[in-house]
């Protein structure tokens, strides 16, 4: 490898390191082509790419891009998973391969600024994935909207049940109520109305005949009285 290629093979994994949410490093011995090929694959869907690296280049590679941390585990032949996407998922992936084939020897590795020894590998690889985490999430926000929806399904059915056994019994007809019926209480009661003015008028004349006679002999009362003083 000349000097040309060198320098962009450590430019290529400095950009790797910086664009990696985690970096784990294997001790790869062991390991065959087409297993290799298979594991690629795999951490392929977790957005992450598998890497044989010289210790060398990548520890010049690593100050570049300023992780010091990664140069203590380049010791030994190393290859380093570069992980992009869901870190769980990448470390489910090579655990679960390891104990297919028992080739990979975990050597150390970190996630963002938390440090992963053995311990702290298994125990990323033991959570549930990405896609798992936000089916559940959508699972518990979608629980009570689905409840709600069913309930209030349940309450419109209930009462169009209900309106409809109302109007098959003729409770209901969408028509407006019809105004009452005269029936003879009121007809009496219009009769006496009517009745009143005209008693009112008979006892007017009444009054006023009486009162005439009384004048008459009042004034001939007085024309009488008013002879004899003459006389």
């Not at 998973?81 to 998922?89: K, Y």
Request: proline content about 3%; hydrophobic content about 40%.
């Amino acid at each position: 490898m000349n000097r040309e290629e060198k320098s962009a093979t450590i430019q290529e994994i400095a950009a790797q390191i910086e664009a990696s949410e985690a970096i784990f490093a294997v001790d790869y011995r062991g390991i065959s082509v087409s297993q290799a090929a298979d594991l690629r694959s795999r951490l392929r869907e977790a957005d992450t790419s598998f890497r044989v690296v010289k210790n060398r280049l990548t520890k010049l590679a690593a100050d570049k891009a300023g992780e010091e941390r990664l140069g203590e585990l380049l010791q030994g032949p190393t290859a380093l998973a570069f992980v992009r996407g869901d870190t769980a998922q990448a470390a489910k992936a090579i655990s679960t391969f390891n104990k297919e084939h028992a080739v990979l020897t975990y050597k150390g590795g970190f996630m963002e600024e938390t440090a992963l020894d053995a311990d702290g590998f298994k125990a990323i690889a033991l959570l549930p994935t990405r896609d798992v985490l936000n089916g559940q999430l959508a699972g518990v926000v979608a629980s009570p909207l689905t409840g709600l929806v069913r309930g209030l399904g349940s309450l419109i059915s209930g009462l169009a049940l209900q309106l409809g056994q109302i109007a098959e019994k003729g409770l209901v007809t969408g028509e407006s109520p019809a105004a009452p019926s005269a029936g003879p209480v009121a007809e009496e009661a219009s009769e006496e109305s009517a009745e009143e003015p005209k008693a009112e008028a008979e006892t007017a004349d009444e009054a006023e005949n009486a009162e005439a006679p009384a004048e008459d002999e009042a004034r001939n009362t007085s024309e009488q009285d008013s002879n004899e003083e003459e006389g």
